[in-house]
């Protein structure tokens, strides 16, 4: 009877030993997992940051070239308007005069 209580506090000892093994190999499993899960998202983080930059300088340098293209427009533009009330400023100063005192002889 005593071998068998001896062999029973046996076997529940290996158990125990064996069951300490495996939550201890979990842990360290575990652990190893959230360092590497973390790893990765640090670097996935890291490259999507890298393509964002990327992608505002691109863009920024696009925005640029239209922004200069529609100044470099409302100059020619501008120019165009001066040149029109250069030559058609005192037509149009007549054509007033003339709209104004026909208006009052009425």
């Known amino acids: 009877m005593e071998d068998i209580i001896k062999k029973i506090l046996d076997i529940d000892k290996i158990t125990r030993e064996a069951t300490e093994n495996t939550d201890e190999l979990y842990s360290d499993a575990k652990n190893k997992i959230d360092k590497n899960i973390s790893a990765i998202q640090l670097a996935e983080i890291q490259k999507i940051k890298k393509r964002i930059e990327k992608y505002r300088k691109t863009e920024l340098k696009k925005t640029e ?3 200069q293209d529609r100044k470099n427009k409302n100059r020619a533009v501008l120019a165009s308007m001066n040149e029109r009330v250069k030559t058609n400023s005192d ?7 003339n709209r104004t005192l026909t208006k009052n002889e009425i």
Do not use: P, S, T
Request: overall charge neutral.
């Open 65 to 67: 070239i239209k922004l």
């Open 91 to 97: 037509i149009w100063v007549e054509n007033i005069v």
